[in-house]
């Protein structure tokens, strides 16, 4: 039998990606009467040609925004002053150095001129280009702030055909000062967010859950200990993940236990999400063999996850009764202080 396998709609629907295209451009010298400026202003005009279309404009800024509409990834240039040699601007890379070459020319001949002016148009369009594409990395006010005032210019050159991109990509998440977050910075604010949540829930990532109201105990914390409902099912589940064999059968036994795990948790689980400080795991994990040597063993293959080792240990000790041992009650006086 022949199995057909179907796309998901879901899949089907997402649009793919427009590859990037390169464009030729074209300088044209225009005249211009004889001046001292250093700089010659709209003496340069640029044809930017994408297949049978042409767009032209007197301002670099504004083709190179036009090349970014257009889908452009990078540009063939060809010019008076590069005397039939050709050079590439990318969107994704820095400057040739042949284009810093035309600005560094002597002189204040109207050639010297004219070929700084060509550096200017360029620079001008590579800066906007490769601006516009990397606009993932530009801050949200400047992002703002050209789209507002100089991509409606920059789209109004560009025929309908050929327009691919009316806006400009933004960033995953922005900082409070419109700077972009990077990936590592996007983790690390959705860390403080857990952080700040748990901090005003007063409850850490590494908690143990365990609802006490439905706890009584004895006078004694070697007496009998009633664990009821919800608790019952926490304290469980609590323990079985460290493969104890029974529930606790006193108060000293239930909270001797609740520290042991969740010193484990503390350990295994960081607050702050991500990894947890290797430095302070290892001098906890000293502190705990020199204040509990006896459940040293057990603490070691519990965080190690050795779930052999934890079970052989189980079978050999009592571990609950072990623990129970390391009991401290704690009083309060009067005013609730201990």
Excluded at 31 to 37: D, G, I, L, R, S
Excluded at 62 to 79: D, F, I, P
Excluded at 192 to 207: C, E, G, I, T
Excluded at 309 to 319: E, F, T
Aim: hydrophobic share 45%.
């Amino acid at each position: 039998m022949t199995v057909l396998t179907f796309k998901s709609r879901q899949a089907a629907e997402q649009p793919q990606p427009v590859k990037p295209v390169r464009a030729r451009l074209e300088l044209e010298q225009l005249p211009v009467a004889p001046t001292t400026n250093l700089y010659l202003e709209d003496a340069v005009r640029g044809r930017l040609i994408i297949g049978k279309h042409t767009i032209e404009s007197l301002d670099g800024i504004q083709l190179g925004l036009a090349a970014y509409v257009a889908n452009v990834g990078s540009v063939e240039v060809l010019a008076p002053s590069l005397a039939g040699e050709v050079i590439i601007l990318s969107g994704s890379r820095q400057a040739p150095v042949e284009l810093d070459n035309l600005e560094h020319v002597a002189g204040k001949s109207m050639k010297a001129k004219r070929q700084r002016a060509e550096f200017w148009f360029l620079k001008r369009l590579h800066v906007a280009l490769r601006a516009a594409r990397n606009s993932k990395r530009a801050p949200l006010g400047s992002l703002d702030g050209w789209e507002r005032e100089k991509l409606p210019n920059a789209i109004a050159l560009v025929p309908l055909e050929l327009r691919v991109n009316n806006r400009f990509k933004r960033a995953s998440g922005y900082k409070e000062d419109g700077s972009p977050l990077t990936a590592k910075g996007i983790e690390l604010a959705a860390r403080n967010h857990r952080v700040l949540s748990a901090f005003k829930a007063d409850k850490a990532a590494y908690n143990i859950d365990i609802p006490w109201d439905y706890i009584h105990r004895s006078e004694s914390p070697q007496g009998p200990v009633a664990i009821n409902g919800p608790a019952y099912l926490a304290v469980q589940r609590m323990l079985r993940k460290w493969l104890f064999p029974r529930m606790p059968a006193n108060y000293a036994e239930l909270w001797t236990s609740f520290e042991f795990c969740q010193d484990l948790e503390m350990m295994l689980f960081s607050p702050f999400g991500g990894p947890v400080d290797p430095e302070w795991v290892k001098s906890h994990r000293a502190a705990r063999r020199k204040l509990y040597p006896e459940t040293s063993d057990l603490f070691e293959a519990c965080l190690a996850g050795q779930a052999s080792a934890i079970v052989a240990l189980q079978l050999h000790r009592d571990w609950l009764a072990v623990l129970s041992t390391q009991f401290v009650e704690v009083t309060t006086d009067a005013s609730g202080e201990q």
